[in-house]
């Protein structure tokens, strides 16, 4: 609630979330500002009630309000769904205090994101910045064209100009309902028709939960399959439960720290802290059991940038077609699709016959990968330290897993190419001594080489100072490469290294 994951922080509990779909409660974002925002405007409306709503409390409200909700936002680190949510309700509530009753969400989200870009252009990089507007868009964009009930009269409609029966059951509905609403007006409701109006606001509250959870990930699910290569279909489920225990839980523990603080030693702060247990437990024992349920999660998606932007213009376009019914977007739909189909499968073939070098920026490990016309193998020490880190990226990049052939090779051959890792001091040479041709040289833990004997005993095109040197040897390779203009990369210094060897 205040933006502190210590206790749950590589946890039991936080793997359940994520693999139930549900991580962004543990994360304060739009919906813990939301929900916030609902209980403090109750509040004030309560105490305005209480005073006969007096001329000045819309003020007193206005100042309240805005003054708690950025409280909150400071008290929870600003982070930048947070600041999001925050500026967006503040926009929204200066301009229709003073500026026009009816307020066009669209440019408020405008306004919002163009602020947070204008304060820290380096935003526009950030992942959670990135899935609070795109939720937020998707939202917006595709909401209103998710209802079930819409589209089964528009099917009804349509099927009823070739057939009776649909026109009467059309019929029969409206009849039903319009009863239904003479009866309410007259106060002549059975007790049975109270059940089914309370089922009927269950059901409704139901569908319009799953309908936001469906609207916001239509443009989110490409986001998530690209930085985390799965995507859990268990947020469908885990939101008719996450959701609803949350409006309860936040408020509930707000009143708790505010019973705590006045009556420390009191039943009502004891019904409170009873109240906010249990409805954790109930939210974590569902995350745990929702998490179980491995048919809802599917993995280790490949997904690079380039499959991103056509998803994600793809679903623009649908909804360019389904907003416009411009038959020109749909041919464009099943254009994309159908290139982007060819591409992938070429994409796949090729990758299978492609050979490279790449040495992985992992401090204090060897990982030298190896990919000759497909065959994956790596040069390692700590196989679980790289996989984990590098994983997602042979994932994306639609690279079979590495088969570990250790740590100490000093030579091995890519595509014909020779690649040689210097692993241990050299010997002293003569200059009669001929020079080993290789096509790349690999410096490992022993950086602080003389360049000159190096190039006594090696004729190389590329030299690579991997991550298992020093701070000092990369220093000073840093200040040979910027004085002899060498070819070297340094991979402490300029990231990770890979060579193609196909485009050679």
């Not at 007096?54 to 982070?79: E, H, Q």
């Not at 304060?119 to 899935?131: A, E, K, V």
């Not at 443009?219 to 268990?234: C, D, H, R, S, T």
């Not at 499959?307 to 679903?315: P, R, T």
Request: hydrophobic share 50%; with cysteine; aromatic share 14%.
């Amino acid at each position: 609630m205040l933006g502190d994951k210590d206790a749950v922080k590589n946890t039991e509990i936080s793997e359940s979330f994520r693999n139930g779909g549900a991580s962004h409660v543990l994360a304060v974002s739009g919906l813990h500002v939301g929900i916030v925002i609902l209980m403090l405007t109750c509040f004030f409306n309560f105490i305005g009630w209480c005073l006969r709503n007096p001329d000045w409390m819309k003020w007193v409200k206005f100042v309240l309000l805005l003054s708690a909700l950025g409280m909150y936002a400071f008290m929870t680190g600003l982070s930048p769904s947070i600041v999001r949510a925050a500026l967006m309700f503040t926009i929204y509530y200066v301009l229709k205090t003073f500026v026009s009753r009816f307020v066009q969400p669209r440019n408020v989200v405008a306004a919002t994101c163009f602020a947070m870009l204008v304060y820290n252009p380096h935003y526009l990089f950030d992942i959670s910045f990135q899935f609070s507007f795109v939720a937020v868009a998707s939202i917006m964009m595709f909401m209103p064209y998710i209802s079930f009930r819409k589209w089964k009269m528009s099917v009804l409609n349509a099927l009823s100009k070739r057939f009776e029966f649909c026109e009467g059951y059309i019929h029969r509905q409206l009849r039903r309902e319009q009863e239904f609403l003479d009866k309410a007006r007259e106060e002549k409701l059975s007790p049975a028709m109270w059940v089914r109006m309370a089922v009927k606001g269950l059901w409704r509250y139901v569908v319009e939960v799953e309908r936001i959870s469906v609207a916001a990930q239509i443009l989110m699910f490409p986001l998530l399959i690209y930085y985390f290569q799965n995507f859990a279909i268990g947020t469908f489920v885990s939101s008719l439960v996450v959701i609803p225990l949350a409006t309860l839980l936040i408020p509930a523990t707000f009143l708790f720290f505010g019973s705590e603080a006045l009556f420390s030693d009191c039943w009502l702060t004891d019904a409170l802290a009873h109240i906010v247990s249990q409805l954790s437990r109930w939210m974590i024992d569902a995350m745990s059991l929702i998490s179980k349920w491995e048919w809802l999660r599917v993995t280790e998606i490949p997904f690079n940038m380039v499959d991103l932007f056509v998803v994600l213009g793809m679903i623009l376009l649908f909804y360019i077609f389904i907003r416009t019914r411009s038959m020109m977007a749909f041919y464009g739909v099943v254009s994309v699709l159908l290139v982007y189909t060819g591409f992938v499968l070429y994409d796949v073939n090729v990758r299978s016959r492609g050979s490279f070098l790449a040495v992985y920026n992992i401090h204090g490990t060897t990982a030298i990968h190896i990919v000759d016309e497909g065959n994956s193998s790596m040069l390692t020490n700590d196989y679980d330290r790289v996989a984990n880190r590098v994983g997602r990226y042979w994932i994306r990049e639609r690279i079979d897993a590495p088969q570990v052939v250790g740590a100490d090779a000093s030579s091995f051959y890519v595509a014909d190419s020779l690649v040689y890792v210097l692993s241990k001091p050299l010997p002293e040479v003569k200059d009669s001594t001929p020079k080993l041709s290789v096509n790349t040289l690999v410096l490992q833990r022993n950086g602080e080489q003389d360049l000159e004997k190096i190039s006594r005993f090696f004729d190389y095109r590329h030299l690579v100072v991997d991550a298992t040197n020093t701070k000092r040897a990369c220093s000073m390779w840093e200040n040979l490469r910027d004085s002899l203009d060498l070819d070297c990369h340094i991979v402490k210094i300029d990231g990770s290294y890979r060579r193609d060897f196909d485009t050679e």
